[in-house]
């Protein structure tokens, strides 16, 4: 390009006359630039936790970060032969890229090898239909004895196949009279799972499994179709639900999935999870076709797998699982009432197992937290009457609107008492909130690969998450549904990475940092608002469950910092 005509003598004259580095005015500019930067680095949630890091921990921090950035110039270039750029998508592959693009790619890394490896502390934040990998799932269904398959209409086509409500039953004697397949299969009969896979047109068993996955997952399609909207990658991931929802409400195939998902959470670094449930009353014990008329033996067999696990070698130090009672938020009063009242019964019951409240499903499609405000203070008067403590750990703000009814969902749960707030994605537009929210120490379940695959953001690098840690927000990092979603499996390490390689000023500090939440603002046991506040404020030093299991996660940290400086400190 050219920009004017110096001859070779003006410009050595000119150029002797530009600021040089070594001068005093811009050693001084230098110098207020990085105090400025230093200022606002201490405004950070994450800030304590990186002041106060060991020795090792510190190598180990800085290895991460030589790491990351050859990795970000060797990896994560258009130029290698497999380049997603230049041979599928043709898109500039780049760190923190579309996870759908990026996902094969990161795990091939030293990086992804280093954070799988890592302490994670809790999940607080995911839905359990949508945990454990349904390759694993289709496996364990076709091999469970006497399971059928029903659907609401003939599936003699690929349109049928795709829009049909399906549901998955045990009965003891076969039922083998039709064809799911052809044209006179009346709706809602079942079928013998293993006679309609091998009547399946499309390649019989291994077809019908290929099939069962998408209906169970959203494609990498989907993931980048953007310009569908977040409405209509909402609608996918609904019917994914109702697909999932009748093939783990069996006792053994339950107890199959607890196993696994305790197994995959282990492996990932991660010692406590509190999952979200939201089941209509059709769970079937061992060899029964009658459903359950409450939710008591479902609970029990959450007490009996978790007890078996943590008796393995495999779970040693695993600490456990509860649950976070769940409501569809667009049903109509009377169910969620009901639903309410079938959580306060459960608590009674079971009360180790519920550890709070929510309401899910799009927050956009219905309804807002201000519309359901009657329902809400009819179960706080119910929870007292009857003596119990089921605090509420609320979705808000995963929505893009400013001022929306969606949008207003976060005052609605700052004022109703939430102890979490799930996503929180619109947060950062509100900076009364957000001073709010630290001053009572609101933890915000932040999920960015969910946040990306339905269509909040383009990519990790345009997650509002970075903006909430500058403010001095406390967060966690959660994968909401890995299963449907595309990370296939129940650990959090797909999204830690994303965070690690996608924001420079994270670090592995940083993910520390937020690992390091996750157990602070974990329920473990019942506490009164009080007791909440007083486990979060004294943290480690405190005397209860919390503080042990923080000095626990403290002690698996040093090791894993350890382990990167022998691993990877003479490269």
Known sequence: MEFGTYTDEEWDEISQDLPKEADPFMQKYTQGREALIAQENKKRSDASFKKNLSPIAKRACDIVARIRDEEKNTVWTPQLEDSLAQE?????????????????????????????????????????????????????????PGMHLAADQPLTTDKAREAAKIKFRFFKSPRTEGNIWSDDYKEDTPILLTQAADAFPDGGKAGILKWLYGRCAISRTDAISQHHGIDHIWQKFYKCFRVVNSMIHYEPMFRIFLQRLMSLLKADGINWCEIRFSWALDYYRQDSETPEPDYSAMMTVIDEEVARFQESEEGTGFWGIRTIWSALRFLPTRDIVQ??????????????????????????????????????????????????????????????????????????????????????????????????????????????????????????????????????????????????????????????????????????????????NSIRWSAFEDQTAEEWSKGIREASMGGGIKAQRLKEWEVEWEKFCLWVVDEFGEE
């Open 88 to 144: 599928s998508e043709n898109m500039t592959v780049h760190p923190g890229m579309m996870f759908s693009l990026s996902k094969e790619r990161m795990e091939g890394t030293k990086l992804w090898k280093i954070v799988r490896r890592m302490p994670k502390g809790s999940l607080l934040h995911a839905h359990m239909d949508a945990m454990v990998d349904f390759d694993f799932l289709l496996d364990a269904l076709f091999a469970t």
């Open 339 to 516: 639903n309410m009242e079938q959580c306060i019964n459960t608590k009674i019951t079971h009360p180790h197992l519920i550890a709070g409240y929510d309401l899910v499903g799009q927050e956009d499609g219905g309804r807002p937290l201000r519309d359901l405000l009657p329902e809400l203070f009819w179960f706080r008067k119910q929870c007292a009457e009857e003596g119990v403590t089921v605090p509420f750990f609320f979705h808000a703000g995963e929505c893009l609107g400013s001022g929306s009814d969606t949008d207003h969902n976060l005052f609605d749960a700052v004022l109703l008492g939430t102890r979490r707030i799930g996503h929180g994605f619109s947060l950062y537009k509100h900076p009364l909130l957000i001073d709010l929210i630290k001053e009572k120490k609101i933890l915000v379940e932040s999920c960015p690969i969910s946040n990306e695959v339905l269509r909040l953001c383009g990519s990790v690098m345009s997650h509002p998450l970075p903006a909430l840690l500058a403010c001095g927000v406390a967060c966690s990092l959660n994968n909401d549904d890995p299963a449907m979603l595309g990370q296939d499996t129940a650990g959090s390490t797909h999204d830690f990475w994303q965070a690690l390689q996608g924001w420079e000023n994270l670090g592995l500090a940083g993910l520390g940092s937020l690992a390091e």
